[in-house]
């Protein structure tokens, strides 16, 4: 069905409602059908996922300690780099479809070198499973004097906007930067394909266009953003991480390669090139927009270029009675709501905050992936790629052509975006008038926002993690004189300041249904804490290129580590792995002996965490509080989750239904945390007899949401109820902490089908409840249609729970590992379950 253009009111809806899951949990969305062969594109959400994840620790340390390697903007091009080859790989699920295999890419691409004097190869990264991340960049030779004019100009343009837009100098020589992103997630193959072909043309063609565009522009590819998922075949990384929906926290080390590369090369226009939704898919997207962009410069050349990429797909001359593939659609255009770009987890949402003003996903047509890989005949596949190849092509000439002919327009617009954050100035409400050339737009697409004119951080642990990130995405931070922190909002990339640090909004009557998450506030969720200020501080203020250390230890006496941060349960984790004897107060904390051993150890893991050790007159020595122990965690969870847990040094075993059926040892483990994948009622009896006697043994289980809850029923192990809210409700919400497991805890959490607790038996604790009134704060929580689910009835509702043998979450403390300052609450949750048989339970029963 072909829809309605959306200048003519009233427009369909991209996704009336979320209504299919796959075997693999993954919710699909339903874009309008157009032709023979309509695929939906995947959602990822972690709320309906029922898989749980098996991601090697390996993978976790690689990604928490990989580092983005600097390329010295002052080189001249080319850059030549030969590539060691990789070992060939029958297995890479690239060759079933005719592709190139990940090991294919190094001997390619120093062929390309080899062409002529255009194409440069960089090593930009690793990948979390231990693969190359290759940038190319395309364009006319520069000398290294000629390179560092062009990055003198690049910073200009970013630091001292008004000042460039009266350059001469960046009218006349500066090029354009383009940036294409490919393959981020790895079972959508084909824009690598399509790039090392576009590259080879670019290599050697001699027209007068292609002259012209390489002398005038720097064309960057990033050949493929997840080489562990084009090798496998998978959506995610080795993590199990979704890249496409980690921008804002860049967990993964293949983020921060794109974080990095989007800061440094600083592209005006960009491209990530996905499937498969037939006709292919090209942005600008549907309500809601992102309320802290300067819209009226990403719409009007985002539009524009999404028209040349129309155009140039449908003279390709593919049709549905040929070949199965539909007319492209454009959703701003063609569709009411269900294909958005709220959030800046997506890249080039996140790329529009480093300053590109023409920014799209392109999904292109034709499945490959999932079931139509596993089911359909090579031949068909392998065809079927083919013209997805061409199709990703078609959009990168035509976006190439754009950036040529509007270079003027597109640096202009870049200068102006960071001019108005430096300056203060109103945003420009998106109009027929402001936006002329852009038809159909409405109050429906009108978001702006009011800037606070500072955000102040407080100097602890959690502070300092926050500053770290935030400069890590270019922001500014100024260091006050009392030790707080000032974020200036009159700064080139306030947009992406504000959007990281302030609470969000509440856009629940707005629009019916939201692509993925509504809210993500670092302010709120990260544990540090953060204020709006209406005018900057009288004292004087001094720029931070990094954090002041928070690493102390007491000189004297007992050591106490508070426990409400995630770094400080890595540095207990690390000193019970060290054997170091440490015992648990009432509070929840835990006290270091005051010994030279202990205090050394103390000490080198303070520095590695960034966490404070404080001198204390607690003992740790009541009868109850007996001495903490490593905790080693057997986990049915999400990828996140595992993630977590093992960002805060736990010995994580993943676990699932099918493990448990294999037969587990299960003294490997001192603690169960299930919120996926294990199912009691698909448990053989051997696997329910040996999970009974594990718990029996006094072994506690973390739970959340009604997985969790329904494993805790089953094993008899707390009695209460598992109400569900409206599955694709998320966001931030407020909460009460009212226990020992939610000791120190911020005062809001995150909730994705958020789930509360009833009818709660002898024994049971409320831990923590929703708040009155309406909780959210900023995010997408309706009630169902027949006003059940709703945020009204989660309010005042026990969200976290526990007993003797369990605790249960109705929230996600751990989701995506985003929500910093909500992990402790897990972290005392295990060490209590895990103590259980010990007696020192008591303080949550």
């Known amino acids: 069905m072909r829809t309605i253009a959306r200048a003519v009111p009233p427009r369909p809806v991209l996704i009336t409602a979320v209504v299919l899951t796959t075997a693999a949990g993954s919710l699909l969305l339903q874009p309008r059908t157009a032709g023979a062969d309509p695929y939906p594109a995947t959602r990822e959400g972690s709320?309906?996922?029922?898989?749980?994840?098996?991601?090697?620790?390996?993978?976790?340390?690689?990604?928490?300690?990989?580092?983005?390697?600097?390329?010295?903007?002052?080189?001249?091009?080319?850059?030549?780099?030969?590539?060691?080859?990789?070992?060939?790989?029958?297995?890479?699920?690239?060759?079933?479809?005719?592709?190139?295999?990940?090991?294919?890419?190094?001997?390619?691409?120093?062929?390309?070198?080899?062409?002529?004097?255009?194409?440069?190869?960089?090593?930009?990264?690793?990948?979390?499973?231990?693969?190359?991340?290759?940038?190319?960049?395309?364009?006319?030779?520069?000398?290294?004097?000629?390179?560092?004019?062009?990055?003198?100009?690049?910073?200009?343009?970013?630091?001292?906007?008004?000042?460039?837009?009266?350059?001469?100098?960046?009218?006349?020589?500066?090029?354009?930067?383009?940036?294409?992103?490919?393959?981020?997630?790895?079972?959508?193959?084909?824009?690598?394909?399509?790039?090392?072909?576009?590259?080879?043309?670019?290599?050697?063609?001699?027209?007068?266009?292609?002259?012209?565009?390489?002398?005038?522009?720097?064309?960057?590819?990033?050949?493929?953003?997840?080489?562990?998922?084009?090798?496998?075949?998978?959506?995610?990384?080795?993590?199990?991480?979704?890249?496409?929906?980690?921008?804002?926290?860049?967990?993964?080390?293949?983020?921060?390669?794109?974080?990095?590369?989007?800061?440094?090369?600083?592209?005006?226009?960009?491209?990530?090139?996905?499937?498969?939704?037939?006709?292919?898919?090209?942005?600008?997207?549907?309500?809601?927009?992102?309320?802290?962009?300067?819209?009226?410069?990403?719409?009007?050349?985002?539009?524009?270029?999404?028209?040349?990429?129309?155009?140039?797909?449908?003279?390709?001359?593919?049709?549905?009675?040929?070949?199965?593939?539909?007319?492209?659609?454009?959703?701003?255009?063609?569709?009411?709501?269900?294909?958005?770009?709220?959030?800046?987890?997506?890249?080039?949402?996140?790329?529009?905050?480093?300053?590109?003003?023409?920014?799209?996903?392109?999904?292109?047509?034709?499945?490959?992936?999932?079931?139509?890989?596993?089911?359909?005949?090579?031949?068909?596949?392998?065809?079927?790629?083919?013209?997805?190849?061409?199709?990703?092509?078609?959009?990168?000439?035509?976006?190439?052509?754009?950036?040529?002919?509007?270079?003027?327009?597109?640096?202009?617009?870049?200068?102006?975006?960071?001019?108005?954050?430096?300056?203060?100035?109103?945003?420009?409400?998106?109009?027929?008038?402001?936006?002329?050339?852009?038809?159909?737009?409405?109050?429906?697409?009108?978001?702006?926002?009011?800037?606070?004119?500072?955000?102040?951080?407080?100097?602890?642990?959690?502070?300092?993690?926050?500053?770290?990130?935030?400069?890590?995405?270019?922001?500014?931070?100024?260091?006050?004189?009392?030790?707080?922190?000032?974020?200036?909002?009159?700064?080139?990339?306030?947009?992406?300041?504000?959007?990281?640090?302030?609470?969000?909004?509440?856009?629940?009557?707005?629009?019916?249904?939201?692509?993925?998450?509504?809210?993500?506030s670092l302010g709120r969720l990260w544990g540090a804490t953060v204020e709006t200020a209406p005018d900057l501080p009288g004292t004087p203020l001094t720029p931070v290129s990094a954090p002041s250390p928070v690493a102390r230890v007491a000189p004297h006496g007992d050591l106490r580590l508070r426990l409400t941060d995630p770094a400080e349960f890595a540095a207990l984790n690390s000193l019970l792995q060290q054997g170091v004897p440490v015992r648990r107060t009432a509070d929840g904390s835990a006290i270091v002996p005051n010994t030279t051993a202990a205090r050394a150890k103390a000490t080198t893991a303070a520095h590695a965490y960034d966490v404070k050790f404080e001198a204390t007159t607690l003992a740790g020595v009541t009868p109850l509080l007996l001495p903490l122990h490593r905790v080693r965690v057997a986990a049915a969870v999400t990828a996140g989750e595992l993630f977590a847990l093992r960002e805060m040094n736990f010995e994580v075993t993943p676990v699932s239904t099918d493990v448990l059926n294999a037969g587990f040892d299960w003294s490997k483990a001192d603690v169960l945390f299930v919120s996926t994948g294990l199912e009691y009622g698909n448990l053989t009896p051997a696997a329910r007899k040996a999970l009974g006697t594990f718990l029996s043994a006094g072994h506690g289980l973390v739970g959340r949401g009604v997985t969790g809850a329904a494993l805790s029923t089953a094993a008899g192990l707390l009695t209460a109820k598992p109400a569900e809210g409206n599955e694709d409700a998320n966001g931030v919400v407020r909460v009460v902490n009212s226990g020992p497991v939610t000791a120190g805890a911020p005062p809001h959490t995150f909730v994705y089908a958020p789930v509360w607790f009833t009818d709660l038996g002898p024994g049971v604790r409320v831990e923590q409840s929703y708040a009155t009134g309406n909780p959210l704060v900023a995010g997408h929580w309706r009630a169902l249609a027949d006003g059940s689910g709703g945020p009204v009835a989660a309010a005042g509702r026990p969200s976290v729970i526990s007993g003797p043998h369990a605790v249960l979450f109705g929230t996600e403390p751990l989701f995506r590992d985003h929500p910093k300052g909500e992990l402790p609450q897990v972290g005392r949750a295990l060490f209590t379950m895990a103590h259980a048989s010990s007696g020192s339970v008591e303080e949550s029963g």
């Open 47 to 520: 709320a309906p996922d029922r898989r749980a994840a098996l991601a090697p620790a390996g993978a976790a340390r690689r990604a928490l300690t990989a580092t983005v390697p600097r390329t010295d903007p002052h080189l001249g091009y080319p850059r030549r780099q030969v590539l060691s080859p990789d070992p060939v790989n029958p297995a890479d699920a690239s060759l079933k479809l005719g592709l190139t295999p990940y090991h294919a890419l190094a001997p390619r691409l120093n062929a390309l070198q080899r062409l002529g004097d255009r194409v440069s190869v960089e090593v930009a990264g690793v990948s979390a499973g231990g693969h190359r991340l290759y940038l190319v960049t395309v364009t006319a030779p520069e000398t290294a004097h000629q390179a560092t004019a062009q990055e003198r100009m690049r910073a200009l343009i970013g630091n001292a906007p008004a000042t460039a837009a009266k350059s001469p100098e960046i009218r006349s020589t500066y090029k354009t930067p383009v940036f294409f992103d490919n393959n981020i997630h790895g079972d959508e193959w084909e824009g690598t394909d399509a790039s090392l072909a576009l590259i080879e043309q670019l290599a050697t063609a001699n027209d007068t266009k292609t002259t012209d565009l390489l002398a005038h522009s720097r064309l960057y590819f990033n050949i493929t953003a997840n080489p562990d998922g084009r090798i496998a075949g998978t959506r995610t990384n080795a993590n199990g991480f979704d890249l496409n929906r980690d921008m804002v926290t860049a967990s993964q080390p293949e983020t921060r390669t794109i974080r990095h590369l989007t800061i440094a090369e600083q592209p005006a226009v960009m491209l990530d090139l996905h499937g498969y939704v037939n006709g292919t898919l090209i942005e600008p997207t549907t309500p809601p927009h992102g309320e802290n962009y300067e819209y009226d410069l990403f719409l009007k050349n985002t539009y524009a270029n999404a028209l040349g990429m129309e155009t140039a797909v449908n003279d390709l001359g593919y049709t549905p009675a040929k070949d199965e593939v539909s007319p492209p659609q454009i959703p701003f255009r063609d569709q009411a709501e269900g294909w958005d770009d709220w959030p800046p987890v997506f890249t080039p949402q996140y790329a529009a905050f480093q300053g590109a003003v023409a920014a799209h996903t392109v999904e292109i047509p034709l499945q490959v992936n999932n079931s139509a890989y596993d089911t359909l005949p090579t031949a068909e596949l392998r065809r079927r790629a083919a013209i997805n190849v061409s199709v990703a092509g078609a959009a990168m000439r035509a976006t190439l052509n754009y950036a040529r002919s509007h270079r003027s327009s597109l640096i202009a617009d870049q200068i102006e975006m960071f001019r108005r954050g430096a300056a203060g100035a109103e945003q420009v409400p998106v109009s027929t008038r402001t936006v002329p050339g852009v038809p159909g737009i409405g109050p429906e697409d009108v978001y702006t926002t009011e800037f606070p004119r500072a955000y102040t951080i407080a100097a602890d642990t959690a502070g300092a993690r926050l500053v770290t990130h935030l400069l890590a995405n270019d922001i500014r931070v100024l260091r006050a004189a009392n030790g707080s922190y000032v974020v200036d909002m009159h700064q080139p990339k306030r947009g992406l300041a504000n959007a990281l640090l302030a609470d969000g909004r509440d856009i629940s009557d707005r629009v019916t249904a939201m692509y993925d998450i509504s809210a993500w």
